[in-house]
Structure formats: C-alpha cells, structure tokens
C-alpha cells in the first residue's frame, strides 16, 4: 500500500527556517512528480512547489525564491527547504505524489503542521 509520512513541521519565528520531509513507499518513485501542498484555515489547499521526474521544480509566485523543493529517488523521499518564513506561510502542509505514467494515481500524505508566528 502507498503511504506518504510528512514530518519536520513545528512553530517558528517570522524569519526563520524550516525543512520539510515526506518519505514514501509503495510508489515507483522514478515515474512520478512529487509536490507540496498546504491549506490555511478558511482557504481552498494550493500547491506550493512540485519537481518532475527529472528534477525540474515549479513555485507558486507566494513562495518563488524563498522555498526551494528537490527530491532523492534513492531514498523515496522528498523535501521543502522553506527560509524567510512569513506569517501567511503558516498552514497545514501536504505531500502529494502523481504517478506519470498509466494508470495514473494520486496519493497524499496526511500533512504537517506550520506555524510561522512570533
């Protein structure tokens, strides 16, 4: 069974730094794009950054040039290195796996809290 575990979440200081990791298994880590999602009270969940099977990421506008994503297929696992955090930064974080090839399938982890406040 696929199963996505989130971890590294916690309460930080406007500012500050934090890394986020989802480790996965039961997934061919080579055939799908991986991403972070978060979702804020009373706010629709929003990606935040994805990475292609190659290692290409893309960045919602919000966190372009402040959080960095990237990906080791070797160890299933995926990480958020998010710095120059913000109060509006501050959500439930989501890791969410797509496989690119047929059948195509959609896991999510069961997310991870972070609070950005001083």
């Known amino acids: 069974q696929v199963q996505l575990v989130e971890s590294g979440g916690g309460l930080v200081q406007p500012g500050g730094s934090l890394r986020l990791s989802c480790v996965a298994s039961g997934i061919i880590s080579s055939i799908s794009v991986m991403g972070w999602y978060r979702q804020a009270p009373g706010k629709q969940r929003e990606l935040v950054a994805s990475i292609t099977t190659s290692g290409s990421p893309n960045y919602a506008e919000s966190v372009q040039g402040r959080f960095t994503i990237s990906r080791d297929n070797a160890k299933n696992t995926v990480y958020l290195q998010m710095n120059s955090l913000k109060a509006e930064d501050t959500a439930v974080y989501y890791c969410?796996?797509?496989?690119?090839?047929?059948?195509?399938?959609?896991?999510w982890g069961q997310g991870t809290q972070v609070t950005v406040s001083s």
């Open positions: 969410n796996s797509v496989r690119s090839l047929w059948p195509k399938r959609e896991y």
